[in-house]
């Protein structure tokens, strides 16, 4: 920019001293403004501008300001003459006298004052309207008969006053360029009136006839019907100014046309050679005045735009700004230098944050610059030399939250005067209507560290951030910094984690799959969004109040057929339109299903989690594989559209893993038309809301397995468990409850073939202790220990290290089960036809990764759960408190045994894993 590099030094003042200071800070020069320390300013032309608040009465202060303007190049001084001499800062002492050298005689000395330096009005105080009065200026200007009316203070402040100065100061560097000497500018607002106002002045002079007359009856001060403002019907106006006769043809012929048909003066109708008849003038205003008054602006404006009529609308401000190069309300610096063999640049926009400078905000920077340290400035602060400025400045919301209001309401807020308020990451709240209900309580908000303070560090050791985002906490923010940027984002619904290792290797930017296509990957972005938009927020609520999913919820995943698509691929998902045609039911395979069950689990609510029909995934298959058409018809489709629920009834007090210990028994009725069954149940996930229970029986024969639907001698109850009771786990008491022989699901005494789905428990816990490496992640990387941050301990890094090596384990052991599985079921989702069939393949795909899939579940919740351990001891307190930064730590640790016991005891699947494998050693017959 054409001043950059030039360094100005501006002596607070109100409008010119600062509008000459802007200028030259649009155009590039470093500007800094001295303010007097303690003081406050609504200086709003600060623009790009720097504060240093210094006092030049103590000496320290004087002496950094000599030094500040030794090395400048331009100085604006906005006082009334003698003031800056006082203070033994005047002109001689920088550029020097004839007989003494100055301490920067290279320095412009502007100096910008009202009156003339040394008329008789020199020492009075004034303003814009006594200066424009002075220059005679005044007296010309348009208003009634009796009086001038003032153009706001814009005549001489700005155009004589400020203008003026900034144009004498680049007067005078052409100057310095070519003597190499410094000068001193001396502009007065008088003068510069005068000067600006040389046409009609220089009219007046000479006698010109367009400035003869009393005032209202000239050419250009609304005498003259074609230089006017007109209203219109709506009350707005337009603009007419066509004085050329070429130009009032245009105009009236165009009026005439305009106006309503038949509209005259008494048959009277102006014509392009009355422009300059002055006896027609009062006929011809009328005409205009009623003319213009027949219609609205826009019609008028349209009327006349693109033409040479000279006329025009009358915008407001803020139509004028939408019809800027900037569209922005405040003006962009004007001239525009361009080079032409350069693209010009675009007006940079600026925000209501550029019209606040708060005095002293730069005082430490500056001086610092000069040489001086902390210390030396902490003295001066104490002399009274210096003020070093801690306040902010603040846009403040409108009612509505998040809505900035425009400028006018930008605060200057000095933290130490308002102590219920803090800075949160460049978020305002007010905490005054919320400290005695803070549930840290209300003394660690009044600490002096806090209290007015930013506090971003504080709060982010102690809260997580998603306590802001609360509705009830939200609310508290009532602005945000001027000029910063919040940096801690929310997380968006559907985003992929940044944190290294938070997500599966498949979906890290720039790492492969052998695994997972595009349409996994579509797939995966779609079941994100919904998961976090609807499951996530409601498992975090109902994991804690304990209650049943909601049925809105299970309705919204109906209308997916997410049910049908926790099930896995198979015959069931034919015909169905999953997650929107995302996926058609043929390709679906279990990596749709993987992404289904670890985009679940990543809620970190295990009893919800459950509670978010698990019984289903297991409690259904065995009517789908082995129920009867019949049944099949009446269950599957209420299953499948969330109308009715079930779960899978095997475990007892007696018989956990060890199914074949089960003691419930069916028994034929007399008849042979029911089954009477009698037995408890327990641990039964989702057993206290579902309306179907798939029971293991021991019956005459064997084991036989029932579907027995809600009804007489059908009692659940909660159990309490350590996790959540959205989990509806439940105690079951079967008193001669009966079903009928046609919901036998298999073969009588055929043994109880179910599907534990192991894998599915595998997926999820895979992903939950992913979140656990997460949170560690970034908790170690916030919390503070000994003055570090915690991850700057070995001993944390190792825990780091072990802790993703197992998740990253967990997860491409899964993988490669889970691509196996596809390929071994394909065979079972493309010709599945005949249950038995099904039943063959399950067996045959059973038989070889059975022995896998229980060491990976093992491997998966062993490693959890020492994931789980060193957790706890990373989070320390926090990792046992179920609220606040640890609590999915605390949540995660409190409900891992779960996953390390469904489906098996981890003792008891390694132990079935290498029997199998025994089994085949021994088959081969194989010798070292
Ligand atoms: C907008 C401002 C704030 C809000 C909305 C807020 C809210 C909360 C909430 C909801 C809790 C309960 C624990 C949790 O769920 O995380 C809490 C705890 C706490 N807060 Fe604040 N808080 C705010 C500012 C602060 C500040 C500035 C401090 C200063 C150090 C502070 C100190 C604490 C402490 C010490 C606890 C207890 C932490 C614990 O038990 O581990 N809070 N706050």
Known sequence: MALSGLKVIEFAGLAPGPFAGLILADNGASVVRIDRPGASSNDILCRGKKSAAINPKIPSGKAALLRLVSSADVLIDPFRPGVMERLGLGPEVFLGTHNSPGLNEKLIYARMIGFPRTGPHKDMAGHDINYLALSGVLSILPGTEEKPSFPINILADFAGGGLTCAMGILLALVERGKSGRGQVVDADMVSGSRYLSSFPLLGLASRSSSMMGARGSRLLDGGAPFYNIYTCQDGRWMSVGCLEPAFFKAFI????????????????????????????????????????????????????????????????????????????????????????????????????????????????????????????????????????????????????????????????????????????????????????????????????????????????????????????????????????????????????????????????????????????????????????????????????????????????????NFHAMRLGPGKHLKGLTLMDGLVKPEEFDYFHELVINQEVARCGARGYGDGLLSGMVI?????????????????????????????????????????????????????????????????????????????????????????????????????????????GTAYITFDNARAPIGNTLGEEGGGIFVMLKRWVMCCSSARAQRGIVEECLKWTAQRKAFGKPLNSQAVIRAKLAAMISRAESTQNWLENITYQMCNMVGIITQSVELDQAFVQSYKQQAGKLAGQIAFLKAYSTSSGQQTAADAVQIFGGRGITRTGMGRFIEHYHRTIAFDALLGGAEDVLRDLGVRQALQEVSMERTKL
């Open 253 to 560: 012929e165009r009026f005439v046309k305009a106006v309503p048909s038949g509209f005259t003066l008494d048959g009277w109708i102006p014509t392009a050679d009355m422009q300059f008849d002055t006896e027609e003038w009062p006929k011809l205003k009328e005409y205009l005045t009623k003319g213009f008054a027949t219609n609205g602006r826009d019609y008028w404006t349209q009327v006349f735009h693109g033409t040479d009529a000279c006329a025009v609308p009358v915008l407001t401000t803020e139509e004028a700004a939408a019809l800027d190069l900037s569209r922005s309300l405040f003006p962009v610096p004007h001239p525009r230098v361009i080079n032409q063999t350069r693209r010009p640049e675009i007006p940079k926009k600026v925000g209501p944050e550029s019209l606040v400078l708060r005095p002293g905000q730069h005082t430490r920077e500056i001086l610092a610059e000069l040489g001086l340290d902390d210390a030396q400035m902490a003295e001066m602060v104490r002399e009274g030399a210096i003020g070093i400025s801690n306040a902010r400045e603040i846009l403040h919301f409108s009612n509505k939250p998040g809505d900035l209001v425009s400028c006018p309401q930008v605060d200057q807020w000095d933290f130490s005067d308002c102590v219920q308020w803090i800075v949160i990451d460049a978020r305002v709240f007010d905490l005054s209507r919320f400290q005695n209900l803070h549930p840290g309580g209300v003394s660690v908000l009044n600490d002096e560290e806090i209290a007015g303070q930013d506090a971003t560090e504080a709060f982010f050791a102690l809260h997580r951030q998603e306590v802001l985002e609360r509705p009830q906490y939200k609310r508290l923010q009532i602005g945000v910094i001027a000029g910063e940027k919040s940096v801690i984002k929310a997380p968006v619904p559907g985003d992929i984690s940044k944190v290294p290792y938070a997500e599966p290797s498949w979906l890290v930017e720039g790492f492969h799959s052998p695994y997972f296509t595009e349409n996994h990957r579509k797939f995966q972005v779609a079941v994100r969004k919904f998961v976090d938009e609807h499951i996530y927020p409601e498992a975090q609520i109902k994991e804690e109040d304990g209650t049943k999913l909601s049925q809105e919820l299970v309705d919204k995943m109906t209308s997916l």
């Open 619 to 727: 409690g259904l298959p065995p009517v789908l594989n082995f129920g009867s058409d019949e049944l099949k018809a009446r269950v599957v489709p209420q299953v499948l559209q969330g109308k009715k629920f079930i779960c899978l009834a095997i475990s007892e007090a007696h018989a956990g893993s060890d199914v074949m210990g089960l003691q419930t028994t069916a028994v034929k009725s007399e008849d042979g038309k029911e089954w009477i069954i009698n037995g408890t149940k327990k641990w039964i996930t989702n057993g206290t809301f579902a309306d179907y229970f798939t029971v293991g029986c021991k019956t005459e024969d064997g084991f036989t397995v029932i579907l027995v639907e809600r009804g007489e001698g059908v009692e659940t109850k909660p159990i309490k468990t350590s996790y959540s009771s959205s989990a």
